[in-house]
């Protein structure tokens, strides 16, 4: 069973970047997709992007171009590279154990705490 832990997040100013981290545990972390999702105050979480086992990504239209996922399976460890924030960027995000199904995702493990993205305008 692969754990997954966020990092990364923090105050930045609007037009600022951040890359936050999702590190795994166990044997089996190349093998399996993982997304990134986000909640904001008051809002559903939704996801943000994702990478599946063989590094094919997919992206929510609000990041498109500037928010880029990749993997590097040595370290058991999925990026999210976040640049020209906004504002509205400003949120908790999580990453989790995902598989992709066309415009979604399955998960079917439990969240963790997340990391805190707040964009300053």
């Known amino acids: 069973q692969v754990q997954l832990v966020e990092s990364g997040g923090g105050l930045v100013q609007a037009g600022g970047s951040l890359r936050l981290s999702c590190v795994g545990s166990?044997?089996?972390?190349?093998?399996?997709?993982i997304g990134w999702y986000r909640q904001a105050p008051g809002k559903q979480r939704e996801l943000v992007a994702h990478?599946?086992?063989?590094?094919?990504?997919n992206y929510a239209d609000s990041v498109k171009g500037r928010f880029t996922i990749s993997r590097d399976n040595a370290k058991n460890t999925v990026y999210l590279q976040m640049n020209s924030l906004k504002p509205e960027d400003t949120a908790v995000y999580y990453c989790?154990?995902?598989?992709?199904?066309?415009?979604?995702?399955?998960?079917?493990?439990?969240w963790g705490q997340g990391t805190q993205v707040t964009v300053s305008s």
């Open positions: 990478i599946s086992s063989g590094s094919n990504t």
């Open positions: 989790n154990k995902a598989t992709w199904i066309g415009r979604t995702t399955i998960i079917t493990s439990a």
């Open positions: 166990g044997s089996t972390f190349s093998i399996i997709g």
